[in-house]
């Protein structure tokens, strides 16, 4: 019993100490040492390695800048067609306002034209000052139109398409350079 009683005391001592304190080797005199609990590390886990990525340096493509470059041209065109159509439909917006109240105008004046003609007046006067008669039955000539009719189909000649491509790119870079300045 009395070893039973130092083992349980040594164990105590032992988890006291939480087994990293020395043991006293006096105290196993005659007996055997207990069996300790064996404590075991945690597994070590691998530390995921690191890789370092080495990135070649790119070079930048001619064709790339030339592209880029046609297509900032391009876009530049395609805004200023816009700039041009919508000052084209604005001024064709105004034009037609104009045209609308000249015909107006004209539709007036044309009204108080005719209704200030005279026709016994300008006989009379035709016949006073200029020397003109009624025409008699011997200077009636009648013309025959009973022929049949003609007609001529023009065609329209072909236009090179490059010339005319060329053409209008440089009208357009003309007017450009016009609206910026």
């Known amino acids: 019993m009395a070893n039973r009683q130092s083992r349980e005391a040594l164990y105590r001592t032992a988890y006291r100490t939480n087994g990293a304190a020395a043991y006293d080797v006096r105290a196993y005199r005659g007996t055997e040492a207990p069996e300790l609990p064996r404590r075991t590390l945690p597994e070590e886990r691998p530390q995921p390695v690191r890789r370092v990525r080495v990135r070649a340096k790119t070079a930048v493509s001619p064709f790339a800048v030339l592209g880029a470059l046609a297509a900032a041209c391009m876009m530049v065109l395609v805004i200023f067609g816009y700039v041009q159509l919508y000052e084209a439909t604005s001024q064709a917006g105004d034009l037609a306002e104009e045209l609308e109240s000249m015909q107006q105008q004209n539709q007036l004046l044309r009204s108080d034209y005719e209704g200030r003609i005279d026709l016994g007046e300008v006989e009379k006067r035709a016949i006073r000052e200029l020397g ?3 025409p008699t039955s011997a200077q009636t000539v009648y013309v025959d139109l009973v022929s049949a009719d003609r007609a001529e189909i023009l065609q329209e000649e072909e236009v090179n398409k490059l010339a ?17 300045s």
């Open 132 to 134: 003109m008669i009624q």
């Open 164 to 180: 005319e491509a060329v053409s209008a790119l440089k009208s357009s870079v003309e007017g450009l350079v016009s609206y910026l």
